[in-house]
């Protein structure tokens, strides 16, 4: 008798559930597991310190969508963009825009590659920096910055302020597969 360790035990039912899953024989219809779908959600706390969310935004976003978080600085007043793409159920930062050197912006070194674009302002683009938890807080600016989601990331776009809904209160941003609560 074959005495394995528990850690091959482990293992070895892995690989028998895997060949009876995907076995012709156990009734599958088909050899690929059905498509995960994803949604870009926006929520607040409905207090503060409370483990309530409310949530605000509710968006489809499939495998490979982009998205845009677009704001007008709140003293330059020019439109600024961080755009992120759904890579297979991860949030990455792909590129961002920026059309001055303001404050708290700028090209960071090793992070992207600054290119003009052609107007004045640059485009950092080939950033790819996964977004850990694939969540972030945001602190969303008055109408003057009118955070807002836009996507496709190109045109034509749709849009949804977030600043109509929570100006001035912290908000998380995140992906996560559809229906999840």
Not at 52 to 78: D, E, Y
Not at 148 to 159: D, E, F, G, I, Y
């Amino acid at each position: 008798m074959l005495c394995l360790l528990p850690w091959a035990r482990r293992w070895q039912r892995l690989v028998l559930l895997a060949v009876f899953v995907t076995s012709p024989a156990a009734g599958a219809e088909s050899a690929s597991a059905p498509a995960v779908g994803y949604e870009l959600v926006v929520e607040r706390n409905v207090q503060p310190g409370s483990p309530s969310k409310q949530r605000l935004i509710t968006i489809p976003m499939p495998q490979g969508a982009r998205w845009c978080v677009k704001w007008n600085h709140s003293v330059a007043q020019f439109v600024v963009l961080d755009c992120y793409r759904n890579v297979a159920g991860r949030m990455v930062l792909e590129r961002s825009h920026q059309p001055d050197f303001a404050a708290g912006l700028g090209h960071v070194l090793g992070r992207g590659v600054q290119v003009s674009d052609g107007e004045g302002g640059y485009w950092i683009k080939g950033i790819d920096e996964p977004v850990p938890g694939n969540r972030y807080a945001l602190r969303v600016g008055a109408m003057r910055v009118n955070h807002r989601l836009v996507w496709p990331a190109q045109a034509p776009t749709k849009s949804v302020s977030i600043s109509e809904q929570a100006a001035g209160e912290r908000v998380i941003i995140q992906l996560q597969e559809a229906g999840y609560q």
